[in-house]
């Protein structure tokens, strides 16, 4: 008895894989599905006819860049990807042909053996009627025998429908598979069959072409931030600690400052992992106390604003002496337009892939932002740019590709909510959220290298990695 119900399991579970797979499969090979990225969050609908658009973004646990690439459309290699689509399909094609032809043999050779089982289970139900109609002539034993004969049967019944069903199923299977075969060899002439190795060849050389790509990539447009990473607990609640975004591959030194004020000792540690475990390397007692907590470190050199003043200063870790200093003519300082959370930190020095930036506030701007790009050596303002931002309203703020991203606040449900291009002196609103996991953001800064963001949070060194959207424009376009 058990015997049939097996086989009719496996067949059915069998065609239950086949239709899965097609429903699944099929639409994502042939293009019937919508491209997009393959993220956590869906940052957007990628229509590539643009040019190539590249998301990239240093997720994995070495600050390596993670990219995103979507190829325009109507070229060469969007073309040899639909005929390596196409070939790939119509092997799954043949092969699920062969497999359903395989599955039809077994199915039409159980169905005779069920159809012949079907003729036994209506004979034998009449025989029943029949028996239990004259009962009481017949012995009790027999008859029990008989009864439960039947009730073993009676299941069959409804499977036995099913199979027919199912049988009819297949053929249409059949039917579909030999249409679709037809279909995509049409395609496939139409659009032209290229030589595998031809094709391989092909790939392998836009893969290059990729690659050499990737490595020009350097701005973005700011589309999420993600994180934190807490490196450390350290310090009081207010400070700053950085990398140098133009520092070789080998050299990962991290820099400390504690407190916003009443403080010159810089202490450097020679990787992260020193960072961590506290094992310094050197210490550097500055010739003067600096102010807030927005400092940088660019091309080996800290430029930080002097205690009470709005004078810039250049200081060369590797000479141990003040290279360049200069006052930020009309800038506020010492509390006059600071962040939101006080302490000092009227200007905001800085450095993103174009250059080294000051943010403050002047008098002449209504206290609202201005931005300068500096010389990095003389510390000169080459240009400045008046936003209406004011500064006492921004939590923090940092440049990405000549772009200034200002949060909404310091505190938690803080987010990026405003950002000026200087590219083109234009401004909009945001929403970018982010997690401000110890509830106080008093320093903020965007490292190029790393592609992320360094904070200090309520005493704690932390980490945010951010995407970036790129689009490489191709010959092609216009």
């Known amino acids: 008895m058990s015997l049939p119900l097996l086989k009719l399991g496996a067949v059915l579970s069998t065609m239950a894989m086949i239709s899965n797979w097609m429903s699944q499969t099929l639409p994502s090979l042939v293009g019937l599905n919508t491209t997009r990225l393959s993220t956590p969050d869906t940052l957007t609908q990628i229509s590539p006819k643009e040019g190539w658009q590249v998301y990239s973004s240093a997720q994995d646990p070495d600050g390596r860049c993670i990219c995103t690439v979507v190829a325009p459309e109507q070229n060469l290699c969007s073309r040899d990807a639909k005929s390596r689509q196409l070939r790939q399909l119509l092997e799954k094609v043949q092969n699920m042909s062969q497999s359903i032809e395989v599955l039809n043999l077994r199915t039409q050779r159980d169905f005779q053996y069920v159809l012949k089982m079907e003729t036994q289970m209506k004979g034998l139900k009449a025989k029943f009627r029949q028996i239990e109609d004259d009962r009481k002539t017949l012995m009790t034993k027999h008859f029990q025998e008989l009864k439960e004969k039947m009730d073993e049967l009676l299941p069959l019944i409804p499977v036995l429908e ?26 496939q002439e139409e659009i032209g069959a290229y030589d595998y190795e031809e094709l391989h060849q092909r790939v392998l050389s836009l893969e290059t072409r990729l690659r050499d790509c990737m490595k020009k990539l350097t701005c973005g447009k700011l589309m999420k931030i993600t994180g934190p990473v807490t490196i450390k607990t350290s310090g009081t609640r207010f400070g700053a600690w950085m990398t140098d975004p133009l520092a070789s591959e080998k050299n990962n030194r991290v820099w400390y400052m504690d407190s916003y004020t009443n403080n010159k000792i810089v202490r ?163 929403d970018i959220p982010f997690h401000n996991q110890y509830f106080h953001i008093s320093m903020l800064d965007y490292n190029a290298r790393d592609r992320a963001l360094y904070a200090w949070n309520n005493g704690h060194q932390v980490l945010f990695n951010v995407t970036l959207f790129h689009i490489i424009k191709t010959e092609d376009d216009t």
């Not at 099913?162 to 049409?186: H, P, W």
């Not at 010739?287 to 604003?305: C, D, E, I, M, R």
């Not at 000026?420 to 945001?430: A, D, R």
Request: hydrophobic share 35%; charged share 15%.
């Open 162 to 187: 099913q199979y027919k069903t199912d049988a009819k199923l297949i053929t249409q299977f059949k039917e579909e598979i030999r249409n679709l075969s037809a279909v995509l060899t049409g395609i």
């Open 268 to 430: 450097e540690y020679k990787s992260i992992a020193d960072f961590v475990s506290g094992a310094e390397s050197r210490t550097y007692n500055l010739p003067f106390k600096w102010a807030g907590t927005n400092h940088v470190v660019y091309n080996g050199s800290l430029y930080f604003n002097k205690y009470q003043s709005n004078i810039i200063i250049k200081y060369s870790f590797d000479m141990g002496r003040v290279l360049a200093q200069r006052s930020l003519e009309y800038a506020g300082f010492h509390n006059v337009y600071p962040y939101t959370w006080g302490g000092f930190s009227d200007i905001d020095l800085m450095a993103d892939e174009i250059g080294l930036w000051a943010v403050y506030a002047t008098n002449q701007n209504a206290g609202n932002i201005v931005i300068s790009q500096l010389n990095q050596d003389t510390l000169e303002v080459m240009k400045s740019w008046n936003t209406g931002y004011p500064k006492r309203s921004a939590g923090e703020s940092f440049m990405i590709c000549g772009t200034l991203y200002v949060t909404n606040s310091h505190l938690t449900g803080a987010k990026v909510y405003y950002s000026y291009s200087t590219k083109t002196s234009t401004y909009e609103y945001t």
